[in-house]
């Protein structure tokens, strides 16, 4: 590893030493459950109201960008902040270990599912997570929401764009694309409520701000030159592989399946993880017969009840479908390749839009035109999360649910005689501990995997 990149925090001068950041990276890959919305309130914790490395304007600046990107958000929110200090090493260890654990432990549990048929067990021990999970996610979404929505506008921004994505199933970049149109008119005709947001009480002490306040780092200026090298370099570790598989193996062989669909929802899985895991169900089911329609269900739970963003699913995916398929290799080792190759190529990219991507996008923070458009985005965004936030509590606090299908509706009806009582009691209670308590978040987590394992003993889960 570049020495220059490790020593970057010293360079910056924000004093933040790479292994501190390694450590505090570590935490947040560890407790980064619950979805896109859960991940997004770890973060939000630790590194603006804990850490204070980073201001609320700054963090919600780059959470709009990660938002517009193809790919699991809260990862590349990750490693734009990692990026942000500590340059590519920074960037490489932040999004690298937010999906670590998550690569370990589906890997772990489709040894299992293969071996065993099912992680019953396994799931149940993360019962009591999920249920602490769903406060945090709550909270996050009301300590946002109090800094983004200074005025009516910004919370009726929220608002259709919540109605919009849940009770319509309106594509997420029309949202984002609306409300940065709504917010540039505003803020050209000069409407106060299109003014960015305030930085809260982390704004003025936060490091990152303070590290760029002056002198910018060359790392965070633009340079087109750099842009098309680093493009490159990233271009050819993403496609390089699949092209050598396709060349080796032809299309017909699983691996060259895995790489080829794989790459394709690394380009379109625009709006998270959400938008695309019907499709690649559908795909993965109906027409390659990769597994069966229980079997990606099952791999859906490990997702949610694991570490890491949820479309690690994908990498249960491809360790069934090389599983089922091994060609000269072992059944295991065909899948454990499988399973590598479908998060390589996932996840690759996502390295590539934050690392080209990035200077540009943080040298529009200076740009006046454009803040009444990101503090409209940002808005919109608080809708977006309140949304992830409420797919979670349906699929967390109902057993079942129907979608709902009477043009122009398009959402998802929780069946309420399926409620699950334990995890209702579980959710209150650790809202309670949160909200009227004051607990931290570690506390919670541990008091709710605790009662979790307690009601397993008892036979109630």
């Not at 990606?296 to 570490?307: C, K, R």
């Amino acid at each position: 590893m570049d020495t220059r990149n490790v020593q970057a925090g010293a360079d910056a001068g924000h004093g933040i030493s790479f292994n501190e950041a390694f450590r505090v990276w570590l935490r947040v890959a560890c407790l980064s459950f619950g979805g896109p919305a859960g991940q997004i309130a770890v973060m939000h914790r630790i590194l603006v109201e804990e850490k204070k490395w980073i201001s609320e304007g700054r963090f919600l600046h780059a959470l709009n960008y990660c938002m517009l990107l193809p790919g699991p958000e809260a990862q590349q929110l990750a490693t734009y902040v990692g990026w942000l200090m500590h340059r590519t090493a920074g960037g490489l260890m932040a999004g690298g270990l937010f999906i670590l654990p998550g690569i370990i432990a589906i890997m772990a549990l489709s040894y299992v599912y293969a071996a065993f048929g099912n992680v019953s067990f396994v799931e149940a021990l993360f019962f009591g997570l999920k249920a602490a999970v769903l406060a945090i996610v709550v909270e996050a979404v009301v300590r946002v929401g109090k800094r983004a929505l200074k005025n009516r506008i910004m919370i009726a921004l929220a608002a259709i764009a919540f109605v919009a994505i849940f009770f319509f199933a309106v594509p997420f970049p029309i949202i984002i694309i609306a409300a940065g149109v709504i917010g540039y008119i505003g803020a050209r005709q000069g409407r106060p409520e299109f003014a960015p947001a305030g930085h809260g009480a982390s704004g003025s002490s936060a490091v990152i701000d303070s590290m760029l306040g002056d002198a910018v780092p060359d790392h965070v200026k633009p340079d087109t030159a750099r842009a098309i090298r680093v493009g490159a370099l990233w271009l050819a570790l993403w496609l390089v592989p699949v092209i050598a598989l396709l060349a080796a193996l032809g299309q017909a062989n699983v691996f060259s399946q895995i790489a080829l669909f794989f790459s394709k929802m690394a380009l379109v899985t625009f709006g998270g993880a959400y938008a695309v895991l019907a499709y690649v169900a559908q795909q993965a089911v109906e027409h390659y017969h990769w597994l069966k329609p229980h079997e990606m269900l099952d791999g859906l739970g490990m997702a949610e009840t694991t570490p890491g963003p949820l479309i690690m699913v994908l990498q249960f995916v491809g360790f069934m479908a090389a599983y089922r398929d091994p060609g000269g290799l072992s059944p295991m080792l065909a899948a454990t390749f499988g399973g590598l190759l479908a998060t390589w190529v996932t996840f690759t990219p996502c390295f590539l839009w934050i690392f080209v991507g990035a200077p540009y996008i943080e040298r529009l923070r200076g740009n006046t035109g454009l803040a009444g458009a990101l503090s409209a985005i940002t808005a919109a965004v608080v809708g977006v999360i309140l949304n992830l936030s409420i797919w979670f509590a349906l699929h967390t606090l109902f057993r079942e649910t129907v979608p709902v299908q009477a043009f122009p509706f398009a959402f998802d009806r929780p069946v309420l005689t399926s409620v699950d009582i334990p995890a209702l009691v579980l959710s209150i209670a650790a809202a309670t501990a949160i909200f009227r308590f004051k607990l931290g978040m570690l506390t919670v987590l541990a008091g709710s995997c605790a009662a979790g394992v307690g009601l397993r003993m008892a036979g109630i889960i």
